[in-house]
């Protein structure tokens, strides 16, 4: 079974204490049963949470989020409402020093090039899961109390398998007390970053996420570099990112800052926070004031399909056809707080796009 | 017949021992120059006496005949937002002229400033003004030094700092971006959301 064991996968021995050779490692660390082809020990699955439906006093569900955030219907929602500046996406960036290539094409040419540009810059646009944090469970391995006190420190194996996923790498701890449980989460990402560093994510966690620092960049209004750096060092399942991130998306709001945030890949968590939190108000409300009707029905199809028990969601279905100014106003009249400015910047839009049909019928006649 | 002044001391004193001989130069250059050797002056107190009263009873801590001045980070970030910078609105290193035989530059010095003073002629942007302080949270001082198109830190061949200062600016800006004093440069993560979905 041991033998078996190392030529099925690569084994990595870490500890705070002495290296021993392999063999010592695999007849400390080695169970009776094969983990690495059972599956069983995955990640701690969201199937309890969605059991779990307790409804606090905003009326929000301590729900899993994912699985409605990466429905197709609400990717495609997200994706329009957070538009494609093609200006701002391909803006400057800091990248290495290259000359410019010209090039002479033909318009089919030119057509392919702009297309697949295009399509790069749609990569870039791709949203970070939006997920509550994890749960860690320490199930127990096998209990092996004769191994007790077998060192000074807890033994750490790592799987270092080529092709292996980082989240789903197999990382097992041996206790002092001779048990043997999957690592932490903690330990996991320190291995992760040990035998496959990423670039953009340190080891310690860099102190820009500390309070000080991170308060600081807020009132100078850094968000998108805050979110990067989050997306890079964390994995979105992290407490610290969600942390950082729910605090960066609160401040946003507060400040009505959403045009920053426009084009970019973190809008549509944005916007998929506030609905899920019942704060989509102030969104609204500035995409009226920017005349962007669209946008603003899709967000309120959004809410309908987080909160499919609200009052909303059933007026917006009675609705025969779903016009945008009609989805709109059912909004407005049940759910939201902000009820009056709503109300106006509403029918400051409709008057606005009266008369701008009016000229053009004007100028066309 | 004209002589040198420490000539005539000699022999005015009559010393025959070469001792002797080091010993009247020195005090006759002594006399013409004030140097402050504390070792020529009689007793230990005697001398101590001296230093309190030329450096106006401050306790030197690092260097004993320092000419450099120690400036704090604070004093160096006020000097960068006054008038008092003569740069011309340019980086500090911008006209900084190095001087080497040739074409090709060689790397630059290792250090400018020896014992807590300036030993090379000609020193670099940041050993010649003692107001430029490398510190993470002299931001204004540390961005001139970080390349706007890629976000590394600029070849000191290009700025034209010492060895010394340079390992210290790397060494800077990266506190500066653990803290969030400056936007360092990040890759684009991508996310294959099948590994999220248990």
């Known amino acids: ?365 | 017949m004209k002589m040198a002044a420490p000539l005539r001391s000699w022999i005015r004193a009559g010393c025959q021992t070469l001792q002797g001989l080091k010993d009247s130069l020195s005090m006759s250059l002594l006399q013409k120059r004030n140097l402050n050797v504390t070792r020529m002056l009689g007793t230990e107190k005697e001398a101590e006496a001296v230093e309190e009263a030329e450096t106006g009873g401050e306790a030197g801590e690092a260097e004993k005949d320092s000419r450099r001045k120690v400036v704090s980070p604070e004093t160096s970030m006020k000097y960068l937002d006054s008038e008092a910078l003569g740069y011309r609105g340019k980086p500090v290193w911008f006209y900084y002229r190095r001087n080497f035989k040739g074409r090709k530059p060689p790397p630059t010095r290792r250090t400018c400033i020896r014992k807590g003073q300036l030993s090379t002629a000609s020193p670099c942007p940041i050993c010649r003004d003692e107001y430029l302080v490398l510190n993470f949270q002299n931001v204004k001082l540390l961005e001139q030094f970080v390349s706007p198109y890629t976000g590394e830190v600029l070849d000191s061949m290009l700025t034209g700092v010492c060895q010394k200062q340079h390992q210290q600016l790397i060494i800077e800006v990266m506190q500066a971006w653990d803290e969030g004093l400056l936007e360092k440069k990040l890759p684009t993560r991508v996310y294959d959301y099948k590994d999220y979905k248990s």
């Not at chain 1, 899993?64 to 990466?70: A, H, M, V, W, Y």
């Not at chain 1, 807020?218 to 729910?246: G, H, M, W």
């Not at chain 1, 106003?329 to 796009?353: C, F, G, N, R, V």
Request: hydrophobic share 35%; with cysteine; charged share 30%.
């Open chain 1, 1 to 365: 079974m041991a033998a078996s064991f190392i030529s099925r996968t690569f084994l990595s021995y870490t500890s705070c204490g002495s290296i021993r050779t392999l063999k010592d490692a695999v007849a400390v660390g080695c169970t009776r049963r094969n983990f690495v082809t059972t599956g069983k020990y995955q990640q701690a699955n969201s199937e309890d949470d969605k059991l779990n439906t307790v409804q606090n006093s905003q009326g929000a569900t301590h729900q899993d989020p994912f699985p409605i955030f990466s429905k197709q219907e609400v990717q495609g929602l997200l994706e329009r409402i957070t538009g494609f500046n093609a200006l701002k996406v391909a803006g400057p960036q800091k990248k290495p020093l290259q000359r410019a290539v010209y090039k002479l094409l033909t318009d089919e040419q030119l057509d392919k090039e702009l297309q697949e540009a295009h399509g790069r810059l749609k990569e870039k646009l791709q949203m970070p899961p939006f997920m509550n944090p994890y749960k860690d469970n320490t199930t127990p391995l096998s209990l092996d109390p004769d191994l007790a006190d077998f060192d000074t420190a807890k033994y750490v194996f790592t799987d270092i398998s080529y092709g292996v996923k980082d989240r789903h790498r197999h990382v097992v701890v041996r206790e002092l007390d001779g048990s043997l449980n999957i690592a932490p989460r903690s330990t996991r990402e320190r291995m992760n970053q040990i035998y496959n560093p990423r670039e953009g994510r340190e080891f310690f966690k860099p102190r820009m996420f500390n309070e000080q620092n991170l308060e600081r960049m807020i009132s100078k209004k850094q968000y998108i570099y805050i979110l990067d750096r989050a997306c890079c060092q964390f994995e979105p399942d992290d407490p610290d990112y969600v942390n950082v991130t729910r605090r960066v998306y609160s401040a946003v709001n507060d400040a009505k800052a959403f045009e920053d945030l426009r084009s970019t890949r973190h809008f549509g968590c944005l916007a998929f926070y506030l609905v899920w939190n019942r704060m989509s108000d102030l969104l609204l409300l500035d995409m009226l004031n920017r005349d962007l009707i669209s946008d603003a029905k899709d967000l309120v199809i959004l809410h309908c399909i987080i909160h499919p028990d609200s009052q909303c969601a059933t007026s917006v279905g009675r609705l025969e056809k779903e016009e945008p100014v009609a989805v709109v106003k059912a909004y407005i009249e049940t759910e939201a707080k902000l009820k009056a400015q709503l109300e106006l910047s509403l029918q400051a839009m409709e008057d606005a796009m009266r008369t701008k049909e009016k000229s053009e019928e004007r100028s066309s006649s």
